[in-house]
């Protein structure tokens, strides 16, 4: 990570703690292409990623932690992750679908395969004379801009 890279400092903090607790650590900043090949190759020991779903539906969202997908690169291998899953994903009740991600978000942590450090908040300015345009959490979401309108 270059200090381009937006999570170059987190990555420092972590590894400043580290060291604190007597952790020897080795920073390897790398360029954004070379990273991204790194964490495909699997060729780290930890690393900084980050999760921008394109929707809050917790099939999209979990593949990027399920086990064997592409996106997952932590190499993990864990059968009832891939069995909650399916679950989740053919449920007809919410609050099955809900239990069951649940379930999958404390066993992911919880087996430690993941450490989330932190959540970013979306802040938008918008000029006072935009009207129909909704912020989310998300950078990926809403950018259709069809109901988007100027008031005079």
Request: charged fraction near 25%; aromatic fraction near 12%.
């Amino acid at each position: 990570m270059k200090s381009s890279w937006p999570w170059e400092t987190l990555g420092l903090f972590v590894a400043d703690q580290w060291r604190r607790i007597g952790v020897t650590v080795q920073s390897q900043p790398q360029e954004t292409a070379q990273y991204f090949a790194k964490l495909g190759s699997g060729d780290f020991e930890a690393a900084i990623d980050v999760s921008d779903s394109i929707s809050n539906d917790p099939t999209e969202v979990l593949v990027k932690f399920l086990p064997g997908s592409k996106t997952n690169f932590s190499g993990v291998k864990d059968d009832t992750l891939l069995s909650l899953y399916d679950k989740q994903e053919i449920a007809k009740n919410e609050d099955e679908r809900r239990a069951l991600v649940t379930e999958y978000q404390k066993r992911y942590i919880g087996e430690v395969y993941y450490i989330p450090m932190f959540r970013s908040r979306r802040i938008a300015a918008v000029a006072a004379n935009i009207q129909g345009w909704r912020p989310l959490p998300s950078t990926v979401l809403n950018q259709d801009l069809g109901e988007v309108w100027l008031r005079p």
